[in-house]
């Protein structure tokens, strides 16, 4: 019993913790990439689009929006990696953990910050903090905190024109267009691709919300299948231990089952008891292992994942693979104490009890 509770909380732990996280990055993926195509310039930080190639970009039959940003890397501690600066035209299309209604105080900037980097440097909504800019002190005022699985060590958002008064940068690194009803989207990214000057076109990346997040999501489910295995290798363990025991059981009830046969109860109902026994035991641990892999699920996902990794993550219970998981270890284990009786069921058992003659 307790091998298949303990391997049965490992696995609805990790389950619960990874469905958690999966259902987050979708979540977030869909909350982030609302427009119809996106243009990356790898590698571009130096330098991008100028205007010019900004105007010819927007002029390309088929567009009803663009917007255009700009990504630089400021460092807010020397001891630790840069931070992502975003400069964004437009309102941010950011999942929003939590906002000010507060005005923006003078000679300050509004700004969002990053899950990350409220987490590594302290910053609360409200605060006023300065961050040099374009080699000069500026005065940001935090005005919300997003949910970010992209910028580890953090990322914030400033407004594209208060960005180029800092720097005198009217370059950008990255676009979103939105599509005008009707529009073909391969169509429109060739065009997009011939209007991006010869210099960055080797830089250039395209990319649809559907693809990035099949691509996003196909990742994420490869870097888990070693989570995946080790929970098949607890429950094959639990299911051991069972085995174990259920032998170990009818070892010693061989003279039970002995006089049962010698009375007339056929085999098959002896195994049947057995397959009874076992799964209810199993029943038994599959329930108190879901229950506890619940409450270590809480903790994973609420403490250890936020402490580990600064981002926090929605609660998403996979209750059809639970139930699931609940199903089979029952079935395993009646089964399995099916298996382990069937040999002490023979000959053996009915001489069992000839020392009582």
Known sequence: LSGIVASTALMVAMAVMVASFRQS?????????????????EGAEAGGLDPQAQARLAAVPGLAHVQFQRVISVRIDPARPAVAVMAQGGAASVPLLAETDAPTPPGTTRALISEPLAWLYGWRQGEVHELVIGGVPRRLFVAGTWR???QQWGAIILPLDDYRRFTGDATATEAAFDLKPGADARTVQDALQQALPAAVQGQAQFGRPAEMRRVALTI?????????ALEAIAIIIGLIGVATSFSAQVLAR??????????????????????????GLG??????????????????????????????MDLALPWPLLAGLVAALVACAGGTAVVAGRRALGKRALLAVRADW
């Open 254 to 279: 061989m003279r039970e089952f002995g006089m049962l046969r010698h009375v007339g109860v056929p085999r098959r109902q002896i195994l049947q008891m057995l397959g009874l026994e076992g799964a």
């Open 220 to 228: 994420f489910d490869r870097s888990f299948a070693v989570t995946y």
């Open 25 to 41: 990055v979708d979540d977030w993926l869909v909350a982030v990439l609302p427009s119809d195509l996106y243009l990356h310039l």
């Open 283 to 312: 029943l038994i641990g599959a329930l108190s292992g879901l229950s506890l892999g619940l409450v270590m699920a809480l903790v994973l996902v609420r403490v250890v994942n936020p402490q580990s990794f600064h981002w926090t």
């Open 148 to 150: 970010d699985y992209a």
